[in-house]
């Protein structure tokens, strides 16, 4: 994909380099997507993964796996680092429970471990969300938490049953569910314009 602009800072006009946890989960179809929008993904492992990325997926797993692998390589640090500098980071399933208020702090909100239900209660549903043309995104629910409570600064972009399941804080999303696991690249293509985008607000 060609006509990315320079992510912010970097002075680079290729894709924007975007990081996704691979310590446990689902991070291979995330790096998929992120290579079919024109973005060069990342597999983050280890503390020097951390160097030059314009963005950060947390994905979908087991989240008290995911805070130990974090916690047992020293990277915990690392993803406040990397907040801290105000670059995007996008939380999906189980990361957007990691992103959280009882974890890392990310995002000003509180969360409910598979709230929908158990992994026989999955589900898909369509759902408009604000920034993303073209139509619903299909969204696929596994064991999924929602929003139980968020802070005045959080946006709800998209809820179900009641509940918000899309989220935004600055340049943080978190979402209930998994949308590495359809064919639709635009939730990707989104968070990789986010990451070059220079001013926060500039999405959705």
């Known amino acids: ?3 990315w ?5 970097s002075g680079r006009s290729d894709g924007p380099r975007i990081g ?16 079919q929008v024109g973005a060069r993904p990342v597999e983050v492992r280890n503390a020097p993964d951390f160097d030059r990325l314009d963005g950060l997926i ?7 796996t995911i805070l130990k692998g974090l916690a047992r390589d020293g990277l915990e640090g690392k ?10 980071i996008l939380g999906t399933c189980a990361g957007m429970i990691v992103a959280g208020r009882e974890h890392l702090r ?6 409910r471990r598979n709230a929908f239900g158990r992994q026989l209660a999955s589900f898909e549903q369509d759902l408009d969300l604000p920034g993303i043309g073209g139509g619903p995104v299909r969204a696929v629910f596994i ?9 005045p600064a959080v946006e709800v972009l998209a809820e179900v049953r009641g509940h918000p399941v899309a989220v935004r804080e600055g340049r943080v999303v ?4 998994h949308p590495e696991l359809t064919t639709d690249s635009r939730i990707h293509r989104w968070f990789a314009e986010l990451c070059v985008a220079r001013e926060p607000a500039g999405l959705p």
């Open 79 to 88: 993803v406040r680092d990397h907040h801290a500098a105000g670059l995007p």
């Open 174 to 177: 978190a979402l209930s569910f």
């Open 1 to 3: 994909m060609e006509g």
């Open 5 to 9: 602009p320079a992510a912010a800072g």
């Open 58 to 64: 947390l994905p979908g797993g087991e989240s008290t």
């Open 106 to 111: 990310l995002i000003d909100i509180t969360t």
């Open 143 to 151: 064991r999924a938490p929602w929003v139980e409570e968020a802070g």
């Open 20 to 35: 996704v946890l691979a310590i446990q989960g689902g991070f291979a179809a995330h790096l998929d997507h992120l290579r």
